[in-house]
Nanobody, 123 residues
């Protein structure tokens, strides 16, 4: 498994931005995928977006165009840049990893998780 530590959460007003970081214990380029999830109070956990080993990303419709996942391979860190934040984005955000070797068409199976970081968008 990969050890993951998130940081960067906090309080922000609507329309503001935050950048979350996820520091991994291993080489993030050599694993199948990294993902960001969120869970709001009383709601199910939601996949926010995925970063594949080849650099491709996909996002939930609710965040498309506002959130961006990127990585710094030298630092083994993945980022979630969140812009134009809305109150509905309030949640605990979790980083996840599928530590298997990359393979064409391999659907991510996230089995390594960070402890989460809280994001609150308030008026």
């Amino acid at each position: 498994q990969v050890q993951l530590v998130e940081s960067g959460g906090g309080l922000v007003q609507p329309g503001g931005s935050l950048r979350l970081s996820c520091a991994a214990s291993g080489n993030i380029v050599s694993i199948n995928a990294m993902g960001w999830y969120r869970q709001a109070p009383g709601k199910q956990r939601e996949l926010v977006g995925t970063l594949f080993s080849n650099g491709n990303t996909n996002y939930a419709d609710s965040v498309k165009g506002r959130f961006t996942i990127s990585r710094d391979s030298a630092k083994n860190t993945v980022y979630l840049q969140m812009n134009s934040l809305k109150p509905d984005d309030t949640a605990d955000y979790y980083c996840a990893a599928d530590p298997r070797a990359p393979a064409y068409g391999r659907v991510p199976d996230f089995d390594s998780w960070g402890q989460g970081t809280q994001v609150t968008v308030f008026t």
